[in-house]
């Protein structure tokens, strides 16, 4: 248990629904990430919000969408997505004050099915 | 973001110590290094991190030359549940208020009985 929790654990969706994924974290920190982890392949990071502004996105296509209302909450909205899109995303966070170590909280992830 | 480089593969017999090494050939100077542990469908969790010489936890040591452009993860008397993949990461703590990291493939250690 980190302290960071996602909803929903899994999700099935087809090709043209929108759905979000949800991240919530109470730890104080002010750092958070969306992830994407396909099968076999390594972590491939998406998007990064740092005191709620986006500082990152990687490239990421615009049929994935976040949100980050505020310090402790991280969306991601879904829509028209693509079965290659079927993977485990993972949100983390992370505090950024100085002085500490250098630690990223990850969820446990939503594992996504798209048909 | 300095690149590193790990075994994609390594076999470990219960009871005896593990050593995962990581280059990182292109480390600067204010990076750090940091290993996670990531179970089947979970989220890595983190494990040590250190910047020279030697840093021990209760789960972990890492080793850390003089050059730092390579680590050692070292895992003693490894268990079943020690089978996990091993990431390295290389990064800076004091870009801009956020980290950027790019996770590897890692290790993928099995533990065999």
């Known amino acids: 248990e980190t302290g960071v929790t996602q909803t929903p654990r899994h999700l099935v969706m087809g090709m043209t629904n929108k759905k979000s994924l949800k991240c919530e974290q109470h730890?104080?920190?002010?750092?958070m990430y969306w992830y994407k982890q396909s099968a076999k392949k390594p972590l491939e990071l998406m998007f990064v919000y740092n005191f709620k502004e986006q500082t990152e996105n990687n490239s990421v296509p615009s049929r994935f969408s976040p949100e980050c209302p505020n310090s402790s909450h991280l969306f991601l909205h879904l829509h028209t997505l693509q079965p290659e899109d079927s993977a485990l995303y993972l949100c983390a966070s992370r505090p950024t004050s100085v002085g500490y170590t250098d630690t990223q909280y990850f969820g446990p992830g939503t594992r996504l099915t798209v048909l | 973001l300095a690149k590193t480089t790990q075994p994609i593969s390594m076999d470990s017999y219960e009871g005896q110590e593990v050593n995962i090494t990581c280059s990182h050939n292109n480390i600067a100077t204010n990076d750090y290094i940091t290993w996670y542990q990531q179970f089947p469908s979970q989220g890595p969790r983190f494990i040590i991190q250190?910047?020279?010489t030697k840093v021990t936890n209760e789960v972990a040591s890492l080793f850390i030359p003089a050059d730092r452009k390579s680590s050692t993860l070292s895992l003693p008397r490894v268990s079943l549940s020690d089978t996990a993949v091993y990431y390295c990461?290389?990064?800076?703590?004091?870009?801009?208020?956020?980290?950027?990291?790019?996770f590897g493939t890692g290790t993928k250690l099995q533990v065999i009985p």
């Open positions: 250190g910047y020279k």
């Open positions: 990461l290389v990064g800076d703590l004091n870009s801009g208020g956020y980290q950027k990291v790019t």
């Open positions: 730890l104080g920190h002010n750092a």
